[in-house]
């Protein structure tokens, strides 16, 4: 899925030396240019992608374009939810998992980790994280399941708990596999592309956080136009 900084400065009974106030006059008797309609920030969002033109001057991007690196994402998004936006390779593909919003539609996200085990256990575990929904959906509104898929070679694992995402006894160099599974509620139908992203862990039996990796899941209307749908509070 970032945080806005309010900052109440201390020394603000000087603000009227620094900037000068509307319909006042310069030492030189000319007129003030420097009022406070002038340094106000800029709230508008010429592109309507839900980012601010403010903040997309101080990233750099363009406040005239939604998708400033032209990689599909929209500026909102990348920034919202960690990626930067401008650099196309960026989500890169293997990072993101689209859900067609069709009855029965699912999408399935594999994870898989090589570990070097001397017997011990592990688990995986699915996490959603923020997202800038305009209905307060998180991946876990999607979310049909995780399992325990399999162990390359299978001989290197004791017991494969599905259900527990875990794996028992796990000796050598072995490859673990696990999935997600995201499937589309009729209920949250929109006409615009949405993202939500979210995090696999895999953990060793001493609590020791092996992987950790962040994933895009992106819901794709049936007709795709390739608009984004922007958060219902101002712009970020």
Known sequence: MLSRLAIIASFSMWLPLLSGCPGTTTPDGGADTIGRADTAPDRGDDDNDGLCNENEMNRATDPLDPDTDGDGYSDFVEVAHGYNPLIAAI???????????????????????????????????????????????????????????????????????????????????????????????????????????????????????????????????PINTGEWCTPALPCL
């Open 91 to 221: 989500p890169a593909d293997e990072e993101v998992f689209q859900l067609l919003q069709e009855p029965g539609a699912l999408v399935r996200a594999p994870h898989a980790l090589v570990i070097r085990g001397a017997g011990e256990d592990y688990v995986g575990a699915f996490e959603s994280l923020a997202a800038d929904d305009a209905d307060g959906l998180l991946a876990d509104d999607f979310w049909g399941g995780s399992i325990a898929l399999f162990a390359n070679p299978p001989e290197n694992v004791a017991v494969v708990e599905e259900e527990a995402e875990r794996f028992r006894g796990v000796v050598g160099r072995t490859e673990l596999n696990f999935e997600t599974t995201f499937e589309f509620d009729p209920a949250t139908f929109e006409s615009c592309l949405r993202a939500y992203p979210f995090r696999y862990q895999v953990k060793r039996s001493d609590g020791t956080v092996l992987a950790a990796e962040r994933y895009l899941l992106v819901v794709v209307p």
